[in-house]
């Protein structure tokens, strides 16, 4: 079974920066594509960026020229660089890896880690 831990979430002010990492327990290559999705309560959870096999990434508009999005394949972590926070940045960020199999597609969540951004 996939495993993706996530790690760096905290409290920081407004313009400050963290740095949001994602383990996976298996190759990272396996992975059709890895992405960070945040979520506040009570709305869905939404795409940040995202990064391919071959290195291509997205963001969502709200976070372009701010967020960056990186992989490590020898040591299957994703990283999610986030400065210039904002309050509005505040959500609880999850981790997520799409692999495509015989079997078909199978999507992997971490557990989610909370970034607060203070005003």
């Known amino acids: 079974q996939v495993q993706l831990v996530e790690s760096g979430g905290g409290l920081v002010q407004a313009g400050g920066s963290l740095r949001l990492s994602c383990v996976a327990s298996t190759r990272i290559s396996s992975f059709r594509v890895m992405g960070w999705y945040r979520q506040v309560p009570g709305k869905q959870r939404d795409l940040v960026a995202s990064?391919?096999?071959?290195?291509?990434?997205n963001y969502a508009d709200s976070v372009k020229g701010r967020f960056t999005i990186s992989r490590d394949s020898d040591k299957n972590t994703v990283y999610l660089q986030m400065n210039s926070l904002k309050p509005e940045d505040t959500a609880v960020y999850y981790c997520?890896?799409?692999?495509?199999?015989?079997?078909?597609?199978?999507?992997?969540w971490g557990q989610g880690t909370q970034v607060t951004v203070s005003s």
């Open positions: 990064i391919t096999n071959g290195g291509n990434t």
């Open positions: 997520n890896a799409v692999a495509f199999t015989t079997g078909g597609k199978s999507d992997y």
